[in-house]
């Protein structure tokens, strides 16, 4: 068994798996890829895959605007219809989902079908063709951000399908709070509001394991890394700082994503816990982008069943780009589900990340949901006898960095789903964070909608609300 | 390191200040006179200075006579030879470049009447007599001298009491005018900078002015300015001169007001971290310092309407929010303007946003150093220095230094 002391994970957002890797292996029948056949119908009209050449930011955007991704919206692009009718879905309505947003911009059906090729993002693409890609990783639920991060944290998301419907703090059981209780060390790096810190299990051990990103270098350059670190991109243009989000949440430039991705390899790379590291690159969920894999059944984790719709998140969402880097997988890996290589067994779900950890650090133990008991482990994939695969010294990512125009522009426009629930959310968090269980609230309250005119006022109030309960 | 580097900068400067200083006296010190003869053959003598004539006598002592006044020297007896024979001495120096004097044989006492004109090529002597003052008069022994062929001249005396006088250096009045307008300059400039933008950098809008960083360039422009008007107006009151500006001065004058202009004009022509901030606290809703005190009378508003809300209210939530959004807002604004904010005139002036530079070091020490030197000259010589090309091309090139980094600072 792989020899790993160090497991990585960083969870980007709102890009499907054909979309940012589509065309990694172009007709390699052993590759689960576009054939670019792929095609919506909307008002009679076809609208298949495409790429737009070159990377100028208006490419690298694509799609501008936001698509739906509300749990109405996935309905439609799955099924063609908002309210998840009986018949198996079949990916036929992403451009109508996406032409009849109910927005003031100008929802051209074709952006949605819109992939990167290789040569586009060629940081995401060079771990996976010199590590292994996981060809079979899906979004836990066909939802929003925040249940797919939650089921990445606690294999659940309590029934919630949309940002909107949680409450705070979210009180069921996580990873984190399994790894505090056996003693492995852990760490949650962020770029401004972590949206992990929601979660009831961390507030405890907030101010001790909750680090700015520029930490995770030194950690990494120090051999201090802990046992587990979750790294969490910016998700709110940072007009102080000049910085776009690099959480390639579209309309966000997908280059400042790639730079954190070769950030965060340079830096294992060159760390000497690289040998003992598992990296996992991963997006939340599809964000409306195109993807033709239909997402199989899933293990519903805990009978929670969401209200008004009924879903009993007994189905994966779509499809996400999952990379998956270590010195111990052999190179241009596909990594499956061992137990059914051919597609018809358990697919990889974000709930993989909870099980490998278990695997790893835990003995199998500490379950959280059935989801993540039926969720295969990684472990597997770490197949080499020796750590051998050392990989490239280093990535050199895009060197375009945004101007202050275009983070004002980010800055000045509405805030998308996330953004606007973070900033909702962090009014939920105490002024400074719990130090005993005695402090730690008896319920959770819902998060009560705030209107944030633009992302920079809504960034304001939820990373001054995070500096406050971290108290930093 | 920052206090090394500034105490190490002030010593420097001092020793700059002395020697520069000692060598513009050691040019100023005007040449040693002979002492004169004893008094003349002919029995003429003087016996009186006075101040002005009627038609029939002089009058008036001479204690109120000063510099542009006329002198009457009233002698024993009439004139033996013609006026322009006689120059005027002034504590055993001879008095040039003044206009020959004026016989006035007519009146009952004969005399000379002299005008205490400031020449250039009395300059010299007028700068000794009267530089450096002390007190209101300065004692002065008045004598004549005779010229008589080639020779050298014969010297006319007086009885103690008689050719003695205290010229008149400054009165109450000038002094007390002096120092008013002074005074009036020093506050409008100086004096308001606490609380106004006189010499402060506007580069964030959404600062108090009170909290805006002191400006560098408009420091230097100031401080040139109060230098060179004080001094005007001190040699004026003493002098009753206009005619006392020096083109270093104005060239002084000159070398800051475009420092000041090329600095203002960095800061428009990039895009400064000011800039940024200003442009990132707009965005909040903050475009000037009025918006920051709506914020915060909003949130007074607010928390009085919640006060006064009952308990279980289901308003209270929102008006929390509301608060709390405004609070955040407010706390990443004093987050953010904190690098801009003032630390003190000497800190902001001799720092960028990284801490402090050289280049602003150099300006502040060669412009105090040649500020001591300025200062020290009017007092010394009752003048404004000419300064030579070498110091004034320093403190060009040392703005010029100045304006350079301020790029970089800028981009930075």
Known sequence: ?472 | MYKMLWQRSLVLAIAVVWATASLSLAQAQPAAIDPPPSTAADGLQIVALAESANSDSIIGKASHVRLNDKLWVVLNRPLPDAATKYTLFLNDEEVGGLSPPIATTSRSQPALLFTLKRTSLNDAFWRELLGSPVDDHVNVVVSLGRHAGAGPSERIAGAAAGANFELEVFTGLDLALAVGVILLVLILVWGHARTRTTLRDNLLPQLAPSRQPYSLGRSQMAFWFTLIFVSFVVLFFLLQDTNILTSQALLLMGISGCTAAAAVAVDVARTSPADVANCALQALGLKTYEDVQRVQQEIVNRATALAALPPASPQRPQLQIEINDRTSILRTYEDKVRPFVSQGWFKDVTTDINGPTVHRLQVVFWTAALGAIFLYSVYRNLAMPEFNGTLLALMGISSAGYVGFKIQEVNN
């Open chain 1, 1 to 472: 068994m792989a020899d790993i002391q160090n497991v990585v994970v960083l969870m980007l957002e709102n890009r499907s798996f054909d979309c940012m890797l589509g065309r990694l292996y172009p007709g390699d029948a052993n590759y689960r890829g576009l054939t670019l056949r792929e095609y919506n119908n909307y008002n009679s009209t076809g609208y298949g895959v495409w790429n737009d050449t070159g990377m100028l930011p208006s490419t690298a955007t694509i799609p501008d605007p936001d698509p739906g991704e509300l749990f109405t919206d996935m309905n439609t692009q799955l099924f063609g219809s908002a309210d998840r009718p009986a018949t198996a879905a079949d990916m036929s309505g992403f451009a109508r989902s996406y032409a009849t947003q109910p927005g003031t911009g100008i929802y051209a059906p074709s952006a949605v079908m819109h992939y990167f090729t290789p040569d586009q993002v060629p940081v995401i693409s060079a771990l996976a063709t010199t590590f292994g890609v996981c060809d079979q990783w899906h979004a836990s639920a066909p939802c929003q951000t925040w249940p797919n991060r939650f089921f990445a944290h606690t294999g659940t998301s309590l029934g919630c399908v949309n940002n909107k419907d949680f409450s705070v703090p979210f009180a069921a059981p996580s990873i984190f709070g399994q790894l505090q209780a056996a003693g492995v060390s852990w760490r949650v790096y962020f770029h401004d509001m972590p949206q992990s810190i929601l979660l009831k299990d961390v507030w405890l051990h907030a101010v001790t394991h909750y680090r700015g990103f520029s930490q995770f270098l030194a950690d990494a350059q120090c051999g201090n890394l802990p046992n587990y670190s979750f790294i969490e991109p910016r998700y709110f243009a940072d007009l102080f700082g000049v910085f776009s989000p690099n959480d390639e949440h579209p309309p966000h430039n997908v280059v400042y994503g790639e730079t954190l991705i070769a950030t965060v390899y340079n830096a294992l790379r060159s760390s000497v816990c690289w040998k003992n590291t598992l990296l996992i690159i991963t997006y939340d969920e599809h964000g409306g982008c195109y993807d033709h894999v239909v997402p199989p059944a899933a293990t519903p984790p805990d009978g929670c069943v969401s209200q008004p719709d009924l879903f009993g998140f007994d189905t994966y969402g779509v499809r996400v780009p999952t990379v998956i880097v270590s010195p111990w997988i052999p190179p241009g890996s596909r990594i499956r589900n061992p137990q059914g290589d051919d597609g018809t067994g358990t697919p990889f779900d974000h709930t993989s990340i909870i099980r490998t950890v278990r695997d790893l650090f835990l003995g199998g133990g500490g379950q959280l949901t059935a989801r993540d008991g039926a969720a295969p482990s990684l472990v597997a994939a770490l197949s080499l006898p020796d750590a051998t695969n050392l990989g490239p010294p280093s990535l050199t990512p895009s060197s375009a960095q945004a101007t202050l125009a275009q983070v004002s522009t980010l800055a000045y426009g509405s805030p998308n789903g996330i953004q606007a629930a973070l900033a909702a959310a962090s009014h939920n968090l105490p002024v400074n964070a719990p130090t005993t269980a005695d402090n730690l609230p008896l319920a959770a309250t819902p998060i009560t909608p705030a209107n944030y005119s633009t992302v920079a006022t809504a960034a304001a109030t939820a990373i001054d609300r995070v500096k406050s309960f971290l108290g930093i």
